[in-house]
T-cell receptor, first 112, second 114 residues
């Protein structure tokens, strides 16, 4: 059964730092992987979606990479800002037509 | 922009009540999903639907049912609410059945069962 792990559970950094959030999954046969952001008490906001045939996706200061063979994805945030403080979740889809399987998230705090 | 709207942000109900949570999306999406989110347990899938009147059980369907009479609306029903169903409930939708497109979420309903 596919399992998704995000380590660390929490991370604190000063403003301006570049940082990497990690996501690992146990079965490398995935259909795609999606990164989300969740602000306290709110729903999830989609950040990036990487298909299984892709190696990375970029949106502004965010870059997500995918290495299926090692069962890993990273979310790179450049020049972090206090507004980036949130919980970041990754989720994998094992096959077409199936639901996402979520990690438990990394809570990021960026201090000014 | 995709808009997924959940009818209530906060809801308080009593044990044994029948509870309806409503979700509407405005982008003609095929798939709709209901999750619950609990501290330490993350997001868990309750039910999903890939077409009108179609439904599939997720990981934790016990104590819940769903209804999708129209494409844009997906309802979650707690048949007889219990205190262990106190949680944050999140609705989501995605465009295609295969899942090539991103999944979009509503703002959530924080449900308390007393």
């Amino acid at each position: 059964k596919q399992e998704v792990t995000q380590i660390p559970a929490a991370l604190s950094v000063p403003e301006g730092e570049n940082l990497v959030l990690n996501c690992s999954f146990t079965d490398s046969a995935i259909y795609n992987l999606q990164w989300f952001r969740q602000d306290p008490g709110k729903g999830l906001t989609s950040l990036l979606l990487i298909q299984s045939s892709q190696r990375e996706q970029t949106s502004g200061r965010l870059n997500a990479s995918l290495d299926k063979s090692s069962g890993r994805s990273t979310l790179y945030i450049a020049a972090s800002q206090p507004g980036d403080s949130a919980t970041y979740l990754c989720a994998v889809r094992v096959q077409a037509g199936t639901a996402l399987i979520f990690g438990k998230g990394t809570t990021l705090s960026v201090s000014s | 922009d995709v808009k997924v709207t959940q009818s209530s942000r906060y809801l308080v109900k009593r044990t044994g009540e029948k509870v309806f949570l409503e979700c509407v999306q405005d982008m003609d999406h095929e798939n709709m999903f209901w999750y619950r989110q609990d501290p330490g347990l993350g997001l868990r899938l309750i039910y999903f639907s890939y077409d009108v009147k179609m439904k599939e059980k997720g990981d934790i369907p016990e104590g819940y049912s769903v209804s999708r009479e129209k494409k844009e609306r997906f309802s979650l029903i707690l048949e007889s609410a219990s205190t262990n169903q106190t949680s944050m409930y999140l609705c989501a939708s995605s465009l295609d059945q295969a899942g090539l497109e991103p999944q979009h979420f509503g703002d959530g309903t924080r449900l308390s069962i007393l």
